[in-house]
């Protein structure tokens, strides 16, 4: 059906000329007979429409003839999601055959207030440092912190492994302006490490336009709420990079004229952060718990876009370079890595003690590190000697040997429960281990000396 005629264009936009007044915001619109120029209304006057371009306004000529495609963007709604990788649009892009058996609306109404479920069980991950530390609930918001190189990946791929061992649910993985590079070696990493069939994967890369950036979040979502809501299952959706998500609105209001505030970033920028947070929850029927890499402007943790984003995490994961370079994985910074669980009232008192006396300890640790370097370890007090040793032992315990990366170490990964790891810490802050050496602890799953 005809709609009108296109009238401006710009990089991302194109203004409509209407000749029907069937049509509607987030009506998909094309250009007749040329599907390449897609466009989503976003705006509608009297006599015009103003849209957004899908894809690359590049060769469309002003006058071109635009027809009603659909009602709004569709992506596929059935257990056919799993294994295969899409597009922002619900297109799948790994280059197999594919038959679609049930398409729904992309974008969905939050989970109404009565429908949240606020007090969920802990989501235990069987990873000793994020359990002791950083602990989940079913339908938390985990911001997930780190450069490259310091092990995201594998953490990422161990998480979906144990979740999917324990629970036997599924992940979906979004790449919001993720390199088509990065992409392409994630795929193969979860297609060799026999993770593939387990997760679904949506991608809107860097070299496309901010519209199909922004878009693959809502897509993502949408894939995860069908494993909450149809399947019943416990999801993990890893976002990455929800910074990139908020800099593709950003263009996206640039190039159609509106309001900007402070650094550039959309006014509207935290209604839109809060319609994809509001839909990350837990339900009667399963939840879904999100991992958000968040990229840090100029290292600026005050940054209003990073601010907003962090004011809906319920805690965050800070991968350090510097542990890294020490050998071990997962290199997790227990200082700066937090969860809203480690209270009294939802961990236990025992859990919440331990956490207290160990990362005393391993600040005194850093403190006595320096004293060493200056004065050496026989000017310590035996108390002191104490705390060091066992705070290396502590350290090297909280390394791990990992499922997805035993073809690389050789050591046969470990899913540790939450009470082993209490019972270890606490016999190592006891002095029960002693007389163990720290390389004892270096790369094991609970200590059985």
Known sequence: MKIGKIITINDISVEIILSSSDVKIGDILEVENDTKYVFEVVEINNISATCISLYSTRGLQKGSIVVKKS?????????????????????????????????????????????VKVENDPLWTGIKAIDFFAPLQKGFKMGLLGGAGVGKTVLIKELIHNIYASSNSNAVFVGAGERSREGRELYDDMKSSDLLDKMTM???????????????????????????DEKGQDVLIFIDNIYR?????????????????????????????????????STDKGSITSFQAIYIPADDLTDE???????????????????????????????????????????????FNLVEKVLASLTRYE??????????????????????????????????????????????????????????????????YDNVDESKFRYIGKYNG
Do not use: C, W
């Open 71 to 115: 009602d709004g963007i569709e992506i596929e709604y059935s257990d056919k999601i799993l294994g295969r990788v899409f597009n922002s649009y619900g297109d799948v892009i790994d280059g197999l055959p594919f038959e679609s058996e049930k398409k729904v609306k992309v974008n969905n109404n939050t989970v109404s207030l009565k429908e």
């Open 202 to 228: 949506v991608y809107g890369q860097m070299g496309d336009n901010p519209v199909s950036r922004s878009k693959s979040v809502s897509t993502g979502l949408r894939m995860a709420e069908y494993l909450r």
């Open 245 to 281: 998500f908020i800099q593709a609105k950003a263009e996206i209001a640039t190039d159609l004229k509106e309001l900007l505030i402070e650094n550039g970033y959309p006014a509207n920028m935290a209604g839109e952060i809060s319609e994809i947070e509001e839909r990350i929850n």
């Open 305 to 351: 876009a990073v601010q907003t984003v962090m004011s809906y995490m319920d805690g965050q994961i800070v991968l350090d370079r510097k542990i890294s370079e020490l050998g071990l994985y997962p290199a997790i910074n227990v200082f700066k890595s937090t969860s809203k669980l480690i209270d009294k009232d939802k961990i236990g008192e025992r859990h």
């Open 367 to 432: 403190e006595l590190e320096e004293i060493i370097a200056v004065l050496g370890i026989e000017e310590l007090s035996e108390e002191d000697k104490l705390v060091f040793y066992r705070s290396r032992k502590l350290r090297n315990y909280f390394s791990q040997p990992m499922f997805v990366a035993e073809t690389f170490t050789n050591i046969k990964g470990e899913f540790v429960n939450i009470e082993d790891v209490l019972n270890d810490v606490e016999n190592i802050l006891n002095g029960k």
